[in-house]
Protein backbone atom coordinates (compact mmCIF):
# COMPACT_ATOMS: atom_id res chain seq x y z
CA UNK A 1 0.00 0.00 0.00
CA UNK A 2 1.52 3.22 -0.61
CA UNK A 3 1.82 6.44 1.72
CA UNK A 4 -0.88 9.22 0.51
CA UNK A 5 0.85 11.93 -1.07
CA UNK A 6 0.68 15.08 1.26
CA UNK A 7 0.89 17.66 -1.16
CA UNK A 8 -2.32 15.99 -2.88
CA UNK A 9 -4.34 18.33 -4.67
CA UNK A 10 -2.07 21.27 -3.87
CA UNK A 11 0.83 20.32 -6.84
CA UNK A 12 2.33 17.56 -8.85
CA UNK A 13 5.64 16.90 -10.61
CA UNK A 14 4.87 16.04 -14.46
CA UNK A 15 7.47 13.91 -16.03
CA UNK A 16 9.98 16.28 -17.83
CA UNK A 17 13.92 15.19 -19.24
CA UNK A 18 15.76 17.58 -17.44
CA UNK A 19 13.96 19.65 -15.36
CA UNK A 20 10.98 19.79 -12.91
CA UNK A 21 7.60 20.05 -14.32
CA UNK A 22 5.20 21.71 -12.34
CA UNK A 23 1.11 21.48 -11.94
CA UNK A 24 -0.16 23.45 -9.22
CA UNK A 25 -3.75 23.19 -8.73
CA UNK A 26 -5.90 26.03 -6.38
CA UNK A 27 -9.79 26.63 -5.74
CA UNK A 28 -8.57 30.35 -6.88
CA UNK A 29 -5.48 31.80 -8.44
CA UNK A 30 -4.60 33.13 -5.13
CA UNK A 31 -4.39 29.39 -3.53
CA UNK A 32 -2.58 28.18 -6.90
CA UNK A 33 0.07 30.66 -6.68
CA UNK A 34 0.54 29.84 -2.75
CA UNK A 35 0.68 25.44 -4.14
CA UNK A 36 3.38 26.77 -6.97
CA UNK A 37 5.40 28.83 -4.78
CA UNK A 38 5.48 25.90 -2.21
CA UNK A 39 6.20 23.29 -5.05
CA UNK A 40 9.37 25.53 -5.80
CA UNK A 41 10.46 24.74 -2.37
CA UNK A 42 9.54 21.63 -2.50
CA UNK A 43 11.84 20.73 -5.28
CA UNK A 44 14.86 22.57 -3.07
CA UNK A 45 14.09 20.86 0.66
CA UNK A 46 11.86 18.69 2.22
CA UNK A 47 9.23 21.87 2.94
CA UNK A 48 8.00 20.34 6.19
CA UNK A 49 11.41 21.33 7.98
CA UNK A 50 10.87 24.92 7.53
CA UNK A 51 9.88 26.69 10.04
CA UNK A 52 7.59 29.18 10.04
CA UNK A 53 9.85 31.47 12.11
CA UNK A 54 9.99 34.91 9.91
CA UNK A 55 6.60 36.34 8.32
CA UNK A 56 8.09 39.02 5.36
CA UNK A 57 5.60 40.78 3.00
CA UNK A 58 5.97 40.35 -0.97
CA UNK A 59 4.94 42.48 -3.55
CA UNK A 60 4.71 41.55 -7.18
CA UNK A 61 3.85 43.07 -10.44
CA UNK A 62 4.18 42.49 -14.20
CA UNK A 63 1.94 42.99 -17.14
CA UNK A 64 -0.18 40.26 -17.42
CA UNK A 65 -0.88 36.24 -15.98
CA UNK A 66 1.93 35.22 -17.12
CA UNK A 67 4.51 37.33 -16.16
CA UNK A 68 3.08 37.53 -12.73
CA UNK A 69 3.38 34.10 -12.35
CA UNK A 70 7.03 34.18 -13.41
CA UNK A 71 7.50 36.97 -11.37
CA UNK A 72 6.30 35.50 -8.06
CA UNK A 73 7.86 32.41 -8.14
CA UNK A 74 11.47 34.18 -9.46
CA UNK A 75 11.05 36.45 -6.51
CA UNK A 76 10.74 33.81 -3.66
CA UNK A 77 13.67 32.22 -5.96
CA UNK A 78 15.86 35.97 -5.22
CA UNK A 79 14.97 35.48 -1.86
CA UNK A 80 16.35 32.38 -1.21
CA UNK A 81 19.10 33.53 -3.20
CA UNK A 82 20.10 36.30 -1.31
CA UNK A 83 19.10 36.53 1.73
CA UNK A 84 19.66 32.58 1.90
CA UNK A 85 15.63 31.91 2.89
CA UNK A 86 13.58 29.17 2.59
CA UNK A 87 9.46 29.49 2.79
CA UNK A 88 6.92 27.02 3.63
CA UNK A 89 3.82 28.64 3.52
CA UNK A 90 2.33 31.71 1.75
CA UNK A 91 -0.87 33.64 2.00
CA UNK A 92 -1.82 35.66 -1.44
CA UNK A 93 -3.39 38.84 0.79
CA UNK A 94 -4.26 41.50 -2.25
CA UNK A 95 -5.05 40.70 -5.86
CA UNK A 96 -5.35 43.27 -8.37
CA UNK A 97 -5.81 42.92 -12.42
CA UNK A 98 -6.71 45.76 -14.73
CA UNK A 99 -6.09 46.36 -18.18
CA UNK A 100 -2.50 47.39 -17.71
CA UNK A 101 -0.80 45.53 -14.62
CA UNK A 102 -1.57 42.92 -12.74
CA UNK A 103 -0.16 42.99 -8.75
CA UNK A 104 -0.18 41.13 -5.54
CA UNK A 105 0.65 41.15 -2.01
CA UNK A 106 1.50 38.49 -0.37
CA UNK A 107 2.44 36.77 3.32
CA UNK A 108 5.48 34.73 3.52
CA UNK A 109 6.41 32.58 6.30
CA UNK A 110 9.48 30.75 6.49
CA UNK A 111 13.41 30.82 8.31
CA UNK A 112 16.99 30.48 7.02
CA UNK A 113 18.54 27.46 5.22
CA UNK A 114 20.54 25.41 7.84
CA UNK A 115 21.81 22.22 5.81
CA UNK A 116 21.77 20.34 8.83
CA UNK A 117 18.01 21.04 9.06
CA UNK A 118 17.39 20.99 5.63
CA UNK A 119 18.21 18.54 3.00
CA UNK A 120 19.08 19.63 -0.41
CA UNK A 121 17.64 17.81 -3.14
CA UNK A 122 17.96 20.06 -6.37
CA UNK A 123 19.03 23.36 -6.97
CA UNK A 124 16.40 25.53 -8.20
CA UNK A 125 18.60 28.05 -11.63
CA UNK A 126 15.51 29.63 -13.11
CA UNK A 127 11.57 30.13 -13.79
CA UNK A 128 10.91 30.04 -17.25
CA UNK A 129 8.16 30.38 -19.61
CA UNK A 130 8.38 27.47 -21.23
CA UNK A 131 5.60 25.20 -21.69
CA UNK A 132 3.85 27.34 -18.97
CA UNK A 133 -0.37 27.29 -18.43
CA UNK A 134 -2.58 29.29 -16.80
CA UNK A 135 -6.12 27.32 -16.77
CA UNK A 136 -8.90 29.49 -15.20
CA UNK A 137 -12.01 27.80 -14.38
CA UNK A 138 -15.03 28.74 -12.25
CA UNK A 139 -14.00 26.48 -9.46
CA UNK A 140 -10.38 25.86 -9.89
CA UNK A 141 -7.22 27.44 -11.07
CA UNK A 142 -4.66 24.79 -12.54
CA UNK A 143 -0.85 26.69 -13.55
CA UNK A 144 1.76 24.77 -15.21
CA UNK A 145 5.88 25.58 -15.59
CA UNK A 146 8.57 24.54 -15.64
CA UNK A 147 11.83 25.17 -12.91
CA UNK A 148 15.33 24.82 -14.43
CA UNK A 149 17.62 22.88 -11.92
Do not use: C
Not at 2 to 29: C, I, Q
Not at 37 to 43: D, G, I, K, R
Not at 125 to 146: G, N, Q, W
Amino acid sequence: MSKPDKFAGRFEFLEHTADVYVRAHGKNMEEAYENAALSMFETMTDTTKIAQAQEETLEVEAEDQYALLYSWLEALLVKFETENMLYSKFQITSWKETADIFKIKAKIWGEKYDPKKHPQKVGVKAITYHLMVIIREPDRVILEFILDI
